[in-house]
């Protein structure tokens, strides 16, 4: 099975296909499988803590990926689907845990070790710049928009193909991934379960650490993937 680290590389596209039929035979069977982290669960820290990994990754993202695998075995029409195509076509309970599955896989790697973390790419930037004037702005208008997300959610940095960025929200499991005109470039998860050991029910002071730790690599490989 690939990496998280790896599947990184290659930007959504990848990370969108989690059931890679030839690397992995046993999705045919219904079984996907909780992908590895790019880092060690405490390499984030002090931004987040390895406790908040073990219960995000290790029981939130491994109880959607379990809810999945019993949805598809149950379905035959599911037989064969990546994760990405059963998001872009289910709904119901099938929907709400694939496309959970899949956000938080898009999500861990949104983040890096603060070591790691370094400045988004020339081109990234020159279009943050030309819709938010600065890099600055644009994290505070996307702070504005995650903490404006009622209730549980995600804010999202988008693009189009022609390079257009926006900032969305999108609440419980519904994800940009659906709309074939919107490519994902950066998320933050803002249901609490994301933030609420470390930052308890401040969602501001979460967003502070998150840019501390944001994976701008994978942003800028992202943004690069429109083309």
């Known amino acids: 099975m690939q990496s998280l680290q790896t599947l990184a590389k290659f930007g959504v596209s990848a990370v969108s296909t989690r059931c890679l039929k030839r690397a992995v035979p046993s999705c045919a069977r219904f079984n996907f499988t909780l992908p590895a982290l790019p880092y060690a669960k405490d390499a984030l820290a002090p931004h987040m803590s390895a406790e908040t990994i073990?219960?995000?990754?290790?029981?939130?993202?491994?109880?959607?990926?379990?809810n999945l695998n019993n949805f598809v075995a149950a379905d035959k029409s599911l037989a064969g689907k990546s994760l990405e195509e059963i998001?872009?076509?289910?709904?119901?309970?099938?929907?709400?845990?694939?496309?959970?599955?899949?956000?938080?896989?898009?999500?861990?790697?949104?983040?890096?070790?603060?070591?790691?973390?370094?400045?988004?790419?020339?081109?990234?930037?020159?279009?943050?710049?030309?819709?938010?004037?600065?890099l600055d702005k644009f994290k505070e208008e996307f702070n504005k928009a995650a903490a404006g997300q009622?209730?549980?959610?995600?804010?999202?940095?988008?693009?189009?193909?022609?390079?257009?960025?926006?900032?969305?929200?999108?609440?419980?499991a519904a994800t940009p991934l659906t709309d074939p005109n919107t490519i994902p470039v950066l998320t933050v998860d803002v249901w609490e379960h994301a933030y609420y050991i470390d930052h308890r029910n401040s969602r501001p002071n979460f967003f502070a650490a998150f840019w501390k730790i944001a994976n701008w690599d994978f942003a800028s490989s992202n943004y690069a993937k429109r083309k």
């Open 54 to 66: 073990d219960f995000h990754y290790g029981k939130h993202h491994q109880t959607y990926v379990t």
């Open 87 to 134: 998001v872009k076509t289910s709904s119901g309970g099938i929907f709400n845990n694939a496309a959970q599955v899949w956000n938080h896989t898009f999500f861990w790697n949104c983040l890096t070790p603060a070591s790691s973390s370094k400045a988004p790419s020339a081109e990234l930037a020159a279009a943050i710049n030309k819709t938010w004037g600065s």
């Open 150 to 172: 009622f209730g549980s959610g995600w804010a999202w940095l988008v693009t189009d193909k022609a390079g257009n960025l926006k900032i969305t929200t999108t609440s419980n």
